[in-house]
């Protein structure tokens, strides 16, 4: 079977970084997407990781381990804009299929 | 590039008629896109995965008679929602991938479509 978990929410500080964790567990991996989601909005890419290492796209940067099924999303200079769901997906080889995780609630405050 | 586009965004019915979703690929040729449902303060399910050409397939529990999704054109699938009851009030959002600024792997969403039966 297939399991992801990440946490339901966490709470953050305008300029600070945070750090949303996601582990997995799942046959025939074939990448990991995160996604951000605004509530009532469809979820929009920010990035996606099939080898292990971090990938960096300006203020957000993921970072993908295989070996321990683990992945984070790192959020820099946080802005109050980026209040949202942020949701984390495994993809198996199995027609593309994501499966996502239950997503995380970030909220940020002044 | 990469945009997804879904009709309507909002839809209220009455019990008991269909409706139907459009969603469209407007700058790439999606060969597979997918249907997911959404609940209040829930992640997506996914429904069903749709090839351009062939018949989809259905989750384990999603049933195919109720939910039927036609994916005639590389740019074009709907969801028909037949004979709804409220239990099916919910945020269907569909996504496609195919060739998009060159990558393949990314599912790219649509805005949602936000049904609420009567």
């Known amino acids: 079977g297939q399991n992801i978990d990440q946490p339901t929410e966490m709470t953050a500080t305008e300029g600070a970084i945070v750090q949303i964790n996601c582990t997995y567990q799942?046959?025939?991996?074939?990448?990991l997407f995160w996604y951000q989601q605004h509530a009532g909005e469809a979820p929009t890419f920010l990035s996606y990781n099939v080898l292990d290492g971090l990938e960096e796209k300006g203020r957000f940067s993921s970072f993908l381990s295989r070996s321990k099924g683990y992945s984070y999303l790192l959020l820099k200079e946080l802005q109050m804009k980026d209040s949202a769901s942020y949701l984390c997906?495994?993809?198996?080889?199995?027609?593309?299929?994501?499966?996502f995780g239950q997503g995380t609630e970030l909220s940020v405050k002044p | 590039g990469a945009v997804v586009s879904q009709h309507p965004s909002r839809v209220i019915c009455k019990s008991g008629t269909s409706v139907k979703i459009e969603c469209r690929s407007l700058?790439?040729?999606?060969?597979?896109m997918f249907w997911y449902r959404q609940f209040p303060k829930q992640s997506l399910m996914l429904m069903a995965t749709?090839?351009?050409?062939?018949?989809?397939?259905?989750e384990q529990g999603v049933e195919k008679d109720k939910f039927l999704i036609n994916h005639a054109s590389l740019t074009l699938s709907t969801l028909t929602v037949t004979s709804a009851h409220p239990e099916d009030s919910s945020f269907y959002i569909c996504?496609?991938?195919?060739?998009?600024?060159?990558?393949?792997?990314?599912?790219?969403f649509g805005p949602g479509t936000r049904l609420t039966v009567l």
């Open positions: 749709s090839n351009e050409g062939s018949k989809a397939t259905y």
């Open positions: 996504s496609a991938t195919g060739i998009a600024g060159g990558n393949t792997d990314t599912q790219y």
């Open positions: 700058d790439f040729q999606a060969t597979t």
């Open positions: 997906a495994v993809r198996n080889n199995q027609g593309g299929k994501l499966i």
């Open positions: 799942t046959s025939g991996f074939n990448g």
